[in-house]
């Protein structure tokens, strides 16, 4: 008897292509995911839980007969995603909010929904690999490979928060195939979707004005303050802090004279802190919330490589676990604006070894 998967379908061509794979060998059906209202648009092209998204989703099952459903998860997706977003914003962090939703939704309440319903497996059309270590006795997130050993999209970053119970009830098909190829096997296959562009920016904020989507979910105005640098020295006026990120440099409003930068958030004091590209760089950080897939929890500081943003390339580092679950981390080379709410991901090689939140340098 075949096992049975449930495969989470976007109405992209990742998901899709990984639904087609999946068939060959599993008894699998589609479900697409109802998360927040979605009739956005942006630049022309709607944005994910748009009733296109549905459809293309609906369109790519019936072709090959296989079930389709939609979940509607709008009040779990505003209570875990949208509203931790929006908390994080106003607590002075920049969140990442495509990890809870990794976390939280999609990697939990659809695993939880598919073992209900006798299915062995979920799938989404995530770049990653998933594998079994014997000598370990744990199972592994590694990095999504192509034959010439690399992945520019490798996704591994944002699913580092994955537990042990579930990876061992994932499948990502995706793993060794480049993005180029997923194209031409969703072409050669008759996919409606196979060249349809990729989802950009937070699914929920298509227009990328973060401020303006929590002024509009909250009614609250955010005052101005001070802009200030490391010094004390005022600058200017800010227009609410939630309207800023560290490392941002353009938008600030104020003519310095030399490039400068967003370096820090004072909450309590309602301070915007500006300073040089140098001010910027910092070597240390500390994390928390930690999730550690490679082994149960480190006992001893460890020398490894990571990153502390989805698209930098991983930095030679030195981990030191604390008594509270937390680590510290001090890089041996100073880091371009580590910032609170973001996460850092370890790896070992290919290996992910796990991560956390970012809460200070």
Known sequence: MRQKVMVAMSGGVDSSAALVILKEKYDVIGVTLKLHDG???CD????????????????VASRFDIMHYVYNMQELFREKVTDRFITSYERGMTPNPCIDCNRYIKFEALLKRAQALDCDFISTGHYARICYDEDRGRWLLKKAISEDGTNEKDQSYVLYDLRQEQLSHILFPLGEMKK??????????????????????????????????????????????DVIDSTGR????????????????????IAFGVPMYVTGKDMEHNTLIVGTAEELMSRTLTASDMNWIAFEKPEKPFVCKAKTRYRMTEQPCTVYPREDGSVF?????????????????????????????????
């Open 234 to 253: 005022v600058y200017g006026r800010h227009e609410g802090l939630i309207n800023y990120t560290i490392g941002q440099r353009k938008g600030l409003g």
């Open 39 to 41: 009739e956005f648009e």
């Open 329 to 361: 981390v001090e890089f041996d080379s100073p880091q371009r604006a580590v910032t609170p709410g973001q996460r850092v991901v370890f790896y070992d090689g290919d290996i992910v070894i796990g991560g956390g939140e970012i809460r200070s340098e």
């Open 180 to 225: 180029s190829e997923v194209r031409a096997f969703a072409e050669k296959n008759g996919l409606v979707n196979a060249q349809k562009s990729d989802s950009q920016d937070i699914c929920f904020v298509p227009d990328g004005d973060y401020a303006a989507f929590i002024r509009r979910e909250t009614g609250r105005e955010y005052p101005a303050g």
């Open 44 to 59: 022309g092209q709607k944005t994910c839980c748009s009733l296109r998204d549905i459809d293309d989703a609906r369109q």
